[in-house]
């Protein structure tokens, strides 16, 4: 290759990379880790009445020892939400100066993985009256998060996104949820880990 062209190719090269790799991003703000940050509780429901679970789980975690255990089984469907505010609380996370939520996961029993999961926010009103936000796929942002693998993969999703909804508001978010969708026989374990909101330089200055 003439050296003339590399700088060319490299910039060209940059400007193919999904826009998260491109960004750098400040340390996260944690809203639940299972180690240092505990509040909360989680609850999920399955297609066909399978025993679909959300809950915090001692062992294997990508940093500490416990990390949010997502056990996916149901036929075609399963909603599942972690709550990090207290039972008696409204008072949520204010991530409107944030650019991307973050969430560290993995696969831990690959039986029958959905065919997409998608994670949605949810805000709460001065009422605690409940609010989703708008769906976001996995299978679209972060298609390796799905495959199966051992490894610990960081997902970032533009807040934007996930907040990009009439009434929704940003300032009070009390909860993550998690939908997938798959096929009758949808059976993994799914590993959550230092859920969070992070920046990115520059963003929001």
Excluded at 124 to 150: Q, Y
Excluded at 155 to 167: E, F, G, Q, R
Aim: glycine share 10%.
């Amino acid at each position: 290759m003439h050296p003339c062209l590399r700088p060319l190719l490299a910039a060209l090269l940059v400007a193919m990379l999904p826009a998260a790799e491109k960004l750098v991003f400040k340390k996260p703000t944690l809203v639940w880790d299972g180690d240092t940050v505990t509040t909360g509780a989680g609850w999920a429901k399955a297609g066909g009445e399978k025993p679909a679970t959300l809950a915090s789980a001692a062992g294997e975690a990508a940093a500490g020892k416990v990390a949010m255990l997502f056990h996916c089984e149901g036929e075609h469907w399963v909603r599942a939400g972690w709550r990090w505010v207290k039972t008696d609380s409204n008072l949520g996370f204010n991530a409107k100066p944030f650019s991307h939520l973050y969430v560290v996961m993995k696969t831990a029993k690959a039986e029958v993985m959905p065919t997409d999961l998608k994670v949605v926010l949810v805000a709460s009103g001065n009422d605690g009256k409940r609010t989703e936000g708008p769906e976001v796929s996995l299978a679209a942002i972060a298609p390796k998060a799905l495959g199966g693998g051992k490894a610990w993969i960081e997902v970032l999703i533009p807040v934007a996104n996930l907040t990009a909804a009439k009434d929704f508001d940003p300032t009070n978010i009390t909860e993550v949820m998690f939908i997938a969708n798959g096929g009758k026989t949808m059976n993994c374990d799914l590993l959550f880990d230092n859920l969070g909101f992070v920046k990115a330089q520059g963003a929001g200055k």
